[in-house]
């Protein structure tokens, strides 16, 4: 368990499922993933395995990545819950990470083949088309899906509660007794999600592309070209703040009912830019700090983004079917998981509520760092 109380608010995520909407670092890692690997989608499609090929031939390649990240994705899921009741094809339309991941970057690299003006139409188009579904009126809303009761939870247009009652219509969450077919009505309608998602990675990779379109300049040009990424990331950023201003559970806002939180949740436009404005700055940064100026690099992370999907299947499967299942004894004398064990020794040891909940997370990624550190120098790699 984490305790909230003795660490800052943003090592954690918001409580997405009440009006507390928001957003802090923590909710957004996962678009920043998504980024990246916008990022590299310009750098995969111009050399390396793109180089030479038929768009055809790409676009097969990342149907068949899209899919293994996919069932890699369900595995993880299941993971979860099959000690505890049979798996069913249902199992096969159950949302997580790295399916949306791989949804995302389906489209991405679809997009990313038509060309230069479609990339950034696309961009538009998805972000606007996400904004108009939060846009349904309230009352034809609520006549098919109805708000998740939740205690003080306020009601009526422009609320989260109106919201969330838009994602239960289009996923088909509201069916009272989910059959074959709402099941895969409500898989397809996940596209409100991957589909925003999509268009992050997009921008990812138009911003990439600025940059190696510079990398042969000098290195005052190339000085400004980070400069201007910065300043495209500040614009995002500068949208996504306008677009939720004064948002508020109540509903209202800047916007009136328009006005739409951060919400991971939902995948909202204002997260989506937050998202995409904050890699742009981070990714100017890092060409500013690495490449141009030389100043900052770390071999451990280096390995760790080479074997990124090892590591965080890994990472997953071991927690789940070890580290949150085994038993070791805690210091009252009761037993508990690995990672809750651990977590009390250090709180017993220590005294410190913080310690003990940021040490078992350090001891974690330690571990993970040296794994990725000792595949690395063996040239062992695990891609799709």
Known sequence: TWDRDALPAQLFHVPWNDPAQGATVTELVFPWFVFMMGAAVPLSVAGGRGRGRSTGSMLRTALARGAKLYLW???????????????????????????????????????????????RAFVVVALLAKWATLLIPYET?????????????????????????????????????????????????????????????????????RLVAASSASDRENWRVAARVALAGAALWAAAVLLQWDYRPTGGGLWGTATVPYSKWLFSPAYCLLAAGTGCLLLAAMFA??????????????????NALGVYVGAELSFKLLFSKWLLPLPGGDSGSIAAAVQAWIGHLTGSPAAASLGWALLWVAGWLAIARWLDRRGVYWRV
């Open 73 to 119: 994705g369900v595995l993880l899921t299941v993971a979860s819950f099959a000690h505890e009741r049979p798996l069913t094809w249902q199992c096969l339309l159950s949302w997580n990470i790295l399916l949306l991941l791989g949804a995302a970057y389906v489209v991405a690299v679809a997009v990313w083949l038509t060309g230069a003006v479609w990339r």
């Open 141 to 209: 809303v609520t006549a098919y899906a109805k708000p998740r009761p939740i205690a003080g939870a306020p009601t009526g247009p422009g609320t989260w509660a109106h919201f969330d009652a838009v994602k239960q219509l289009l996923h088909l969450d509201f069916m009272p007794v989910p059959t074959a077919w709402s099941h895969a009505l409500g898989w397809l309608g996940m596209a409100a999600q991957y589909v925003p998602l999509a268009a992050i990675a997009v921008v990812g990779g138009l911003l990439t592309e």
């Open 289 to 306: 700090l690495v490449d141009l100026a030389g100043v900052w690099r770390f071999p451990l992370l280096r390995s760790m983004g080479k």
